[in-house]
């Protein structure tokens, strides 16, 4: 009987509408529940993504603004009715804290803390809390970003507001250091909605999925040392000459990535001179000779695998993407004279490198 008594007072409330301004606004012009009361809940899966594991703080893992469109798990739904005469309202309100710092010029306080230390989230809303079409809720500052609110102060018509599934943009930021190994997202509630007439909360969402940093966890160098050659010294006949360069390689074992290659991490590797003698700065890539050498007046010069290009030394170079299925990253090594032909020695010509690997 009671959907009978609801049309009874629609129509008389229409009735003396058109005799007396003071009538009251239709009691339907607010929200409830169409199924028995929630709040329900959402976990939005993002799936397993990967980070660079020496990406800086404010980097984003995995997609940007990731499209999510969840329905909640306990089938509920709410609806909400406006004629125009009131204004209704939502709240997405953060349950979370917000991550510490400042990322990329993102509104202060929009960047949730998350279960898993070091990473955030940042949630945009979309339908019907966008203002996308009559029967949504407008953002006041017309941004969805978590925490906002919003209104409807218009007709809906026959269509009303419905509230049962979440549409969201999600991005994940890194906040500061992740821990090894893959991290899950365990479903904390990192906000919630409310709405007019509806007590307490009408949803709470979360995040499922997993964390991983993608890296390398050892290495293996094909030849130490590498045999640069047996050279005559009547060869070296000016400053700038070089011999044939001999190719060598570094090889990544035990990688953690992103099979898709959707999220690339890259291997960058830093040379530092470990010799101690000193070579013109000017020459990129060259290197001195160890204190055990007999050999003088060269040096030893770091090249790309083309066997031209220079190496920077003491900079960190970018190289080329990870593979889980293992990297090698190639290079080749060349004698260089450093000095007037007078200055060159003949004797064993040795050096050494250090190197650091890191992948952004």
């Not at 050999?295 to 030394?313: C, F, N, S």
Request: glycine share 10%.
């Amino acid at each position: 009987m009671t959907p009978s008594i609801r049309s009874l007072i629609t129509a008389l409330g229409l009735v003396a509408s058109c005799q007396a301004s003071w009538v009251m606004a239709d009691p339907f012009n607010t929200c409830e529940w169409r199924t028995v009361p929630g709040p329900m809940t959402h976990f939005q899966d993002v799936g397993t993504v990967y980070v660079p594991r020496d990406a800086p703080v404010g980097s984003i893992i995995g997609t940007e603004r990731l499209f999510k469109r969840t329905h909640n798990n306990e089938g509920l739904t709410a609806r909400c009715y406006n004629n125009g005469d009131v204004r209704l309202i939502f709240n997405a309100q953060a349950s979370a804290p917000p991550a510490a710092g400042i990322y990329g010029g993102l509104a202060p306080l929009s960047v949730l803390r998350t279960n898993i230390p070091g990473v955030g989230a940042l949630f945009s809303l979309g339908f019907p809390f966008n203002g996308s079409a009559s029967n949504a809720f407008v953002p006041d500052h017309g941004d969805t970003t978590v925490p906002f609110n919003a209104h409807n102060a218009h007709n809906v018509g026959v269509t009303f507001i419905h509230i049962s599934t979440l549409e969201s943009r999600i991005t994940l930021i890194k906040t500061g250091p992740i821990p090894p190994g893959p991290q899950t997202f365990d479903g904390t509630e990192l906000f919630s909605g409310r709405v007019t007439g509806i007590a307490g909360k009408v949803f709470t969402a979360g995040l499922a999925g997993t964390v991983i940093q993608a890296h390398c966890g050892s290495n293996t160098v094909s030849a130490d040392p590498v045999q640069l050659g047996e050279w005559d010294q009547r060869d070296f006949t000016s400053p700038g000459y070089t011999t044939t360069a001999i190719p060598f390689s570094i090889t990544l074992n035990d990688c953690e990535a992103d099979a898709s290659n959707a999220n690339i991490a890259t291997a960058t590797i830093q040379f530092e001179d470990a010799s101690a003698a000193p070579v013109p700065p000017s020459v990129p890539g060259v290197f001195g000779l160890s204190p055990d050498s007999t050999a003088q007046g060269i040096g030893i010069q770091l090249l790309k695998r083309d066997g031209t290009t220079p190496v920077e030394l003491n900079t960190p170079v970018p190289l080329i993407p990870i593979s889980a299925s293992g990297t090698v990253l190639d290079f080749t090594a060349r004698l260089y004279q450093t000095g007037p032909s007078r200055d060159v020695r003949p004797g064993v010509a040795k050096g050494a490198l250090n190197f650091t690997l890191t992948y952004r």
